[in-house]
């Protein structure tokens, strides 16, 4: 688990930045918690022993020693919690014998009414404050104070000494500061989420922009688009922007060369029809040479084409981007075919079909495939060839029925693996199906041979498709 | 049947008018394509041969400029891509069919004759009008069954005049299809031409009309 928790963090940007966020607003709640908390105790505790120094300096200042040489005092004391009973705010006056004993309980406040302080046995020097704890009455806890009081002017002529003792309840010093750090952490907690809150929105909303190019991305890859749209921060811009760049020059050295290959095939064929012409139009004697020449350049034609076509599809395969929309392709063709075999009076019927229809991959590539496997059926059919198309997920299914004679099932066999093994074989067999077979394994279709309900063969291609339609260009 | 051929290698062109020439037609070359598109634009021919690879002006534009200025003749092109692409927009630019380098000679004729029977509208490589015959594949002319014996320029002449049966045929229109362009022209030679035609055929099959030319009918 901590393996797969330090890997998401490693892996994962948003983690990393939410991880950071969320120690940083921890740690620093809790050091406010902590030391506001603490400020405001010791801020508490400060008041609460001022209070209880000013009840001992009012007690020792009022503290007279009557006629009968017993400690009294001049005025009570103002505080009214000291004559309420058991108010919690009391003082004590013990006479401290000679021999160090005390005699506790001396004078009291009203507020003690019945209890007498029990204190630890301390002196304080002169003019020195002592802090306790003690148990007071009711078992409550009392933060006290305490001092020495030496009275040389005496009725009797001899010095006494008292403790002079001014308590509280701990209560009024811990209530504060329980209520005010209950009020303390429901502010930092609501602090705290809201902090968290804030930091998700940025994070979300920040790494936003990396979300829409990876969607951006995904669509490139499938076609959809041919390259990077929408609008990015800047901080991305320049990475789209340089994967654009990246992507057109792509395509454009594809296009150079296709017509790099156009221009060889070209230079080639030309003197090629120079000689099989001159061939044909030689001496009768040397039909043997003529044939042999004639033939030799028509597999030269017919292995140009097919490299030809296969170098291009190689390049074509790979590239990212690239979506034909099937209909046009098919309208096109279906034109051509029915100028190509006129004189037939053929009828080529393309069944209805979707317009969102599109082929993932080349125009050039997905032409090659369709006109070999029309051209086919055209050849082969009597009087009619049915075209359909219809997509099924992800894949393009393309069918081709003729009502020609058909094929049978152990030479449709041979055809299709004539294409598979192309370097074995003639290129360019007699139904130009070696070429489709080779291309379509290439995009990761297929070619599957079928008795068709017309009569005669079907063709059922398969390729990697599309079925959303592309975005509309702005 | 007077046809032109554009294509740029010299040795091609020169098989090429060799052998359409060796087929009974009257022959003009053109070696690019602004040459090409300039006499296919301005001569009245029967067909066309049309290299899609050219110099100076590509053919797919020179066809498009045809059929943009509204030039029907029949084109048939010749491509040195056998991609389907290359052929589509051959035909999309308005060729009536087309033809992958190297090709057959014999083959380039076939298909030159289907074009030209086409555009005129006959279904067969058989010509006939009455007791006459022409088969365009082997440019031979038989009445009843009995061959002529033609010459090229005869043989020209009497084509043209089948493949426009029924037809008034002026007699600048005879010259203009029987002779390539560089030909030294003289009208008052077709004359003889049908003259020595009327000789070999059954009378009443070429009609004079007056003031406008000739025209071929089968006898009722």
Known sequence: MKHLASHGLQKSLRLRLLAGTLFWIAASIIAAGWGLGNLFQRHVEAQFHAELKTHLDQLTAQLTLDDKGLPTLALPLSDPRLSRPYSGCYWQIDEIKADASAASGLLRSRSLWDHVLAVPPDTPANGEIHQHRI???????????????????????????????????????????????????????????????????????????????HAALGKVRSGETPQLDGDFPAEIM???????????????????????A??????????????????????????????????QVDTARKQVDYHLTRAQAAATTRMPGTRTPLLPIIDGL??????????????????????????RGDAHDLQEMLGNLLDNACKWASHRVEINAASNGDQLLITFDDDGQGLAAEQRESVIQRGVRADEKVSGSGLGLAIVADLTQMYGGGVVLQDSPLGGLRVVLTLPGLTRPAPARP | MRILIVEDEPTLQAQLAEGLGAAGYAVDTAGNGVDGHSQGDTEPYDAVVLDLGLPQMDGITVLRKWRTAGRTMPVLILTARDGWHEKVAGIDAGADDYLTKPFHMEELLARLRALIRRAGGHASAELCCG???????????????????????????????????????????????????????????????????????PPGLIETVRGLGYRLTAPQ
């Open chain 2, 131 to 201: 007791p006459l015959t022409l088969d365009t594949r082997n440019q031979r002319a038989t009445v009843d069954g009995q061959a002529l014996t033609l010459t090229s320029h005869e043989y020209r002449v009497l084509a043209y005049l089948m493949h426009h049966r029924d037809q008034v045929v002026s007699r600048s229109d005879l010259v203009e299809h029987i002779y390539a362009q560089d030909f030294d022209r003289d009208s008052n030679t077709v004359e003889v031409f049908i003259a020595r035609l009327r000789k070999k055929l």
């Open chain 1, 135 to 213: 148990v007071g009455p009711e078992g409550k806890a009392l933060g006290m104070v305490e001092r020495s009081v030496r009275i040389d002017d005496t009725p009797d002529g001899k010095p006494r000494s008292y403790r002079l003792i001014a308590a509280a309840d701990e209560s009024l010093m811990t209530e504060p500061v329980a209520s005010f750090s209950g009020a303390l952490w429901l502010a930092l907690v609501v602090l705290g989420i809201g902090l968290v809150l804030a930091a998700l929105v940025q994070v979300f909303v920040g790494l936003a922009p990396l979300r829409k190019l």
């Open chain 1, 334 to 359: 279906v034109r051509a075919m029915q100028r190509i075999h006129a004189e037939r009076a053929l009828e080529l019927r393309v069944q209805p079909m979707p317009e969102t229809l599109a082929f």
């Open chain 1, 262 to 295: 156009g221009n060889l095939a070209h230079a080639l064929k030309t003197p090629l029809s120079v000689l099989a012409n001159a061939a044909t139009s030689a001496n009768p004697q040397q039909n043997e040479l003529a044939r042999l020449v004639v033939d």
């Open chain 1, 238 to 260: 320049p990475l789209v922007d340089e994967f654009n760049t990246v992507l057109a020059q792509n395509a454009e050295v594809v296009e150079r060369a296709r017509t790099q």
